[in-house]
């Protein structure tokens, strides 16, 4: 299996900071890699896909870079609502794999 | 508007059967994958396996393989998690999740999510 390597664990920031959030692959998984965000008692959301392409309805503050095993994803602008917890996935091999999660906090 | 509506919470005791469900609405159920994902408590996500409801093709990933069973009906435009006998150890929220529209396996939107209880 490919493994998922997130991090930092936990990221404290404060709104209006900018955060780099990183994943890394064991092996090569091209840009085959999405980024979800989850909140508290909620489903995991669908940010990003293809590395690089925020989904549908997706502030412009969020965006997706890298290739192969090395992906960051960074919010621009920290808002109130952003302070969850991140989990990137790729998905060019089964079975497919999330890594351990970014804890974004205050 | 794609959606994915899953069962309600259950508590069950050990050794007992389950089978829950998400029903999906807004699109061609056949023809997009589904998956089953696992959180259990205070833990991340965790891929169980998948199927295409169209042929009831079915991957699990090696975790899960012979633990529970996926199982489909497109007439119904239903996906269904089923255990034959609960363990405590599968306490969890489980979520289903539709492969994304590309034909590439991202996946949204989510279901809700259905919280399994096992305990005696």
């Known amino acids: 299996d490919i493994v998922m390597t997130q991090s930092p664990a936990t990221l404290s920031v404060s709104p209006g900071e900018r955060a780099s959030l990183s994943c890394r692959a064991s092996?090569?998984?091209?840009?085959?890699l999405a980024w979800y965000q989850q909140k508290p008692g909620q489903a995991p959301r669908l940010l990003i896909y293809?590395?690089?392409t925020r989904a549908t309805g997706i502030p412009a503050r969020f965006s997706g870079s890298g290739s192969g095993t090395e992906f960051t994803l960074t919010i621009s602008s920290l808002q109130s609502e952003d302070f969850a917890v991140y989990y990137c996935q790729q998905y060019n091999n089964w079975p497919y794999t999330f890594g351990q999660g970014t804890k974004l906090e205050i | 508007e794609v959606q994915l509506v899953q069962s309600g919470a259950e508590v069950k005791e050990p050794g007992e059967s389950l089978k829950i469900s998400c029903k999906g609405s807004g699109y061609s159920f056949s023809n997009y994958w589904i998956a089953w994902v696992r959180q259990m408590p205070g833990k991340g996500l965790e891929w169980m396996g998948i199927?295409?409801?169209?042929?009831?093709?079915?991957r699990y990933s090696p975790s899960f393989q012979g633990q529970v069973t996926i199982s489909a009906d497109k007439s119904i435009s239903t996906a269904y998690l089923r255990w034959s006998s609960l363990r405590a150890s599968d306490t969890a929220v489980y979520y289903c999740?539709?492969?994304?529209?590309?034909?590439?396996?991202?996946?949204?939107?989510w279901g809700q999510g259905t919280q399994v209880t096992v305990s005696s």
């Open positions: 999740a539709r492969q994304g529209n590309d034909g590439s396996s991202w996946y949204n939107p």
């Open positions: 199927i295409y409801p169209g042929d009831s093709d079915t």
């Open positions: 293809g590395a690089s």
């Open positions: 092996k090569s998984v091209g840009s085959n």
